[in-house]
């Protein structure tokens, strides 16, 4: 497993039904890894992993193996709000060829830190799949601190990475105190890539990147050879949807994005709902803003669509 480069918190795409669409799926994840990307990432809390069932996610994972498992490796974030069904699905993962996990807390329950850690040891020790760290506590209201991450990472072998979403850059140069390059940091918030690149991450589990990923690699890569203009110029052009991926909507926000380029729908599952009124024109006028000043590009020219 190589922890590097953008990998797309994949969403997940539903038809007029609201099932899942495997074909859309299957597409989305050829076309993101055609255009750059070094990994996919289902099931998370972009891809809406908490409105799935098992089944579901099962599935979800079989069909992006089956898309671009020999040219890319698959990361199955495990969230679940049980340990024990945390461990199945860690398990079921490897079974269906994913080269990785990554491991969120309880959705819901604020453990302390004996729980949070009992909770991810026991994921840790159910899989010999490299494993990833989500930190999150913006959302989960579980805080992982550099200090227990270390203890996590000296204790396992197998706990490769940690996607870092504080908000706090801070937290990398801090990971990186305590345990070198022993650790691979990816960020996890879009509007704070650049900075987090500049601080020692080495990859960055993306969400705008599932609408614009030549724009999203594009930036790491600038951000990651030092080329500060390019990486400026990019970062000013991408940050009013970068900040989408930062505030309670981004799921729909993402979506919505993803609609207007044409890769995919704004569908969402309840009790998520489609933007409407002011909010949606709101968002609408600053991603077509967006969108008219693409860097580089035609802003006209045709997209892709599967």
Not at 226 to 244: Q, V
């Amino acid at each position: 497993m190589n922890w590097t480069g953008v990998m797309p918190a994949i969403t997940t795409c539903f038809d007029r039904d609201y099932k899942i669409d495997h074909d859309f799926v299957a597409n989305h994840c050829r076309w993101l890894v055609e255009h750059g990307c070094t990994g996919i990432v289902p099931l998370g809390s972009l891809g809406e992993g908490a409105a799935l069932e098992y089944a579901e996610k099962v599935a979800v994972i079989e069909t992006c193996v089956r898309s671009v498992g020999k040219k890319a490796p698959v990361v199955a974030a495990i969230s679940s709000l049980r340990t024990a069904e945390a461990v199945e699905l860690a398990k079921t993962a490897a079974d269906k060829g994913c080269a990785g996990v990554m491991i969120l807390p309880p959705y819901v329950y604020r453990g302390d830190w004996r729980e949070m850690k009992s909770h991810v040891v026991a994921v840790l020790r159910a899989t010999k799949l490299p494993c990833m760290l989500y930190n999150n506590p913006v959302s989960y209201g579980t805080d992982f601190l550099p200090e227990q991450i270390a203890e996590l990472a000296n204790e396992h072998k197998n706990l490769e990475s940690v996607k870092e979403s504080s908000t706090d850059v801070r937290r990398v140069t801090a990971i990186r105190a305590l345990l070198g390059d022993r650790l691979a940091v990816f960020m996890g918030v879009d509007d704070a890539i650049v900075e987090g690149v500049q601080a020692g991450a080495v990859g960055w589990i993306a969400g705008l990147v599932n609408a614009l990923p030549e724009e999203s690699v594009d930036l790491f890569r600038f951000a990651a050879e030092g080329k500060i203009d390019e990486a400026s110029a990019t970062y000013k052009w991408f940050l009013p949807l970068l900040r989408m991926d930062t505030v309670p909507k981004f799921v729909q926000l993402i979506k919505l994005v993803q609609q207007e380029v044409g890769m995919g729908n704004a569908r969402v599952r309840p009790p998520r709902m489609e933007l409407e009124g002011k909010e949606l024109d709101e968002a609408r006028m600053i991603i077509r803003a967006a969108l008219k000043t693409r860097p580089g590009r035609n802003a006209e020219r045709e997209t892709t669509r599967a």
